[in-house]
């Protein structure tokens, strides 16, 4: 089972606050795949998104789907920062995303 939570709360720009894959599915593309529908139907040229430091995987893919590195926001859980993600979208909603 696979789902994920796409909004535009985060200063009016798409944001993506949840993405779960259970241990089954994982390392099998259902993440990557989950991740690019995302990016395809996002109403906004820019995605954001975050993950702690200590969470390679997620790293991983947001890297292999050309997510770069926005900032780090300390605090919020002891000891492992959560790094913010983003991504430029050229054309919106058409399923072209830009790298």
């Given at each position: 089972m696979e789902f994920a939570a796409l909004e535009?709360?985060?200063f009016e720009h798409g944001f993506i606050s949840l993405?779960?894959?259970?241990a089954a599915e994982r390392r099998t593309g259902a993440g990557e795949m989950l991740?690019?529908?995302l990016l395809s139907i996002c109403q906004t040229p820019?995605?954001?998104?975050?993950?702690?430091?200590?969470?390679?995987?997620m790293q991983a893919l947001f890297a292999k789907a050309g997510f770069l590195p926005s900032g780090m926001i300390h605090n919020l859980d002891p000891n492992d920062p959560e790094i913010v993600y983003y991504k430029a979208?050229?054309?919106r909603g058409s399923g072209v995303i830009d790298s």
């Open positions: 535009y709360t985060f993405l779960y894959v259970s991740l690019q529908y820019k995605l954001f998104s975050s993950t702690n430091q200590s969470n390679r995987p979208i050229t054309a």
